[in-house]
């Protein structure tokens, strides 16, 4: 059973730019999550999808971070004008129901903004 | 703030000893989890212990949970230079979101 897969592993945009970054979960697995990674901030939740629809995003900045779930087997992450604090690992994870069991997260993009 | 913290922040052992990492947290909770991330790696769960929990095993590892005091410890036997990693707890409240505090590194030197 493949892991949980996140494209592209890495990203350098420049300033203004716009980033996508898509999350392939694991077969069956039905929520979702998206983490941003930081040596500052250590692991931030961003937003969770349960059967593709959207529960919970409160850790999404309101103005320029965007996600979709448009069917069962992806997800993305949409930044638009990207700032280098942006800059952090991306990471996707994926588990059978939602929170309480075991999330499975992918090797993570990371994006550069410069 | 961090609902979940994880201490020291950083540790050093020899291969083939024991290694503890500690975890409070600020909430109630139904399950904590600890997580191990390799460099280049993403996090991958170690153990899941529920709230009515009080010690939970896994191989080398060893979790321990004390709700009364809202803290946790991971320890590691017989550290191996694969045990090298940065270790997460993770606290979820009733289905909320999964909270992971910055984690502390272990470095297992030969």
């Known amino acids: 059973n493949a892991g949980v897969i996140q494209t592209p592993r890495h990203k350098v945009t420049g300033k203004g730019q716009e980033a996508t970054l898509w999350c392939e979960p694991i077969?069956?697995?039905?929520?979702v999550f998206w983490y941003r990674q930081t040596i500052v901030q250590g692991l931030e939740f961003l937003t969770y999808?349960?059967?593709?629809?959207?529960i919970d995003d409160s850790g999404m900045p309101k103005e320029r971070f965007s996600a979709q779930m448009p069917n069962q087997s992806h997800s993305t992450l949409k930044i638009q004008s990207t700032q280098p604090q942006d800059s952090a690992v991306y990471l996707c994870?994926?588990?059978?129901w939602g929170f309480g069991n075991t999330l499975y997260f992918g090797e993570g993009s990371r994006l550069i903004v410069v | 703030s961090q609902l979940a913290e994880e201490n020291p922040w950083a540790l050093s052992v020899h291969e083939g000893e024991s290694v503890t990492v500690n975890c409070s947290y600020k909430?109630?909770?139904?399950?904590l989890q600890w997580y191990r991330q390799k460099s280049g790696e993403g996090p991958a769960q170690l153990i899941l212990?529920?709230?009515?929990?009080r010690e939970k095993r896994n191989g080398r590892l060893r979790a321990t949970l004390d709700t009364s005091s809202q803290s946790s410890s991971l320890s590691i036997t017989a550290t191996r230079c694969e045990d090298t990693a940065v270790y997460f707890c993770?606290?979820?409240?009733?289905?909320?979101?999964?909270?992971f505090g910055i984690g502390t590194r272990v470095l297992v030197r030969p």
């Open positions: 077969s069956g697995h039905s929520a």
């Open positions: 999808f349960r059967n593709q629809a959207p």
């Open positions: 212990i529920r709230s009515n929990e």
């Open positions: 993770a606290t979820d409240s009733a289905g909320n979101k999964l909270t």
């Open positions: 994870a994926s588990s059978e």
């Open positions: 909430t109630s909770i139904t399950a």
